[in-house]
C-alpha cells in the first residue's frame, strides 16, 4: 500500500504521515531527507543539487523524481510520500513510475481544513527555544511555561508561524500544490478526510478509508 496524504501547510500531514507508517507498516518517504541525504553522500548529483539548493533554489522535478526511483528500487514499495507531488509535473511523473511498474498506484488522501481556522491555529503554535518541540492551543505543555521534553521555560514563535508568513504560504500553495487535488480529483483517485478534528480523530478518519484489516500493529 502506497498513501499520497495532500493539505496545505499546518494540515497535519506530517503527523498523520508518521501515525500511518506506524499503524500500517509503511516507511515515510520524504523529498527532503532524499535531497539531504545525496548532498551528505557527496554525489556528482549530491554537489549539483548542493548548488542549487545554495542558491535558494528547488531541485526541479526531474531530480526529485529519479531520487524516489532509486530509492523505491533500493528500498521497496508501501510507502507515505512527503513533499511530493507538489505540482501537476511530479503527479504526471509518479504516473509514469505506475506505468513503468516501479510504484503501485498510491491512494490518495486530501486533508480538508478551513484557512481562516487553520491560521488561528499556525500562529497560536510556540516553539521550545531549545529543543524545537512545538506547542498549540490543543497542545499546551503538562506543566504551564515548561517544556515536557527539556525541562526550557523559554518559548518562542517560528517565523513561518507569523499571521504574514502563514498567508504567503496559503498563497503559494494555492497557485502551485492545490491544483494537484484537481489532477486527482478527475482521475476518480481522491478521498477527503476532515483536518479541522482533533489529530487523534483524524487519525481514526485514515483508518476507516485505509481498512482495519490491514493494521500491522494494535495501537490505542
Known amino acids: 500500500m502506497n498513501i499520497i496524504l495532500l493539505g496545505p501547510p499546518g494540515s497535519g500531514k506530517g503527523t498523520q504521515a508518521k501515525r500511518l507508517c506506524a499503524l500500517y507498516g509503511l516507511r515515510h518517504l520524504s523529498t527532503g531527507d532524499l535531497i539531504r541525504a545525496e548532498i551528505a553522500a557527496e554525489t556528482s548529483l549530491g554537489k549539483e543539487i548542493k548548488e542549487t539548493v545554495e542558491r535558494g533554489d528547488l ?36 504516473d ?34 531549545e529543543c524545537g518541540a512545538i506547542y498549540s492551543t490543543t497542545h499546551q505543555p503538562k506543566e504551564e511555561g515548561r517544556c515536557d521534553v527539556c525541562g526550557s521555560h523559554t518559548f518562542i514563535t517560528r517565523k513561518d508561524d507569523e499571521v504574514s508568513a502563514i498567508h504567503h504560504r496559503f498563497r503559494v500553495y494555492r497557485e502551485k500544490t492545490a491544483p ?28 476507516k478509508l485505509l481498512g482495519q484489516e490491514n493494521r500491522k500493529v494494535n495501537m490505542s
Not at 63 to 91: C, M
Not at 98 to 115: Q, R, S, T
Open 96 to 129: 509514469s513510475l505506475i506505468k513503468k511498474g516501479v510504484l503501485v498506484a498510491p491512494m490518495v488522501i486530501k486533508i480538508d481544513v478551513d484557512e481562516n481556522q487553520l491560521v488561528e491555529r499556525l500562529s497560536g503554535r510556540r516553539m521550545c527555544a
Open 59 to 94: 531541485p526541479s522535478d526531474e531530480v526529485a523524481l529519479s531520487l524516489i526511483e532509486k530509492d523505491l528500487a533500493t528500498n521497496g514499495q508501501g510507502v507515505v510520500f512527503d513533499g511530493v507531488p507538489r505540482t501537476i509535473a511530479q503527479a504526471k511523473a509518479l
Open 180 to 207: 494537484v487535488q484537481d489532477y486527482y480529483q478527475s482521475s476518480g483517485n481522491l478521498h477527503r478526510v476532515d483536518g479541522m478534528l482533533s489529530p487523534q480523530e483524524v487519525e481514526a478518519s485514515l483508518v
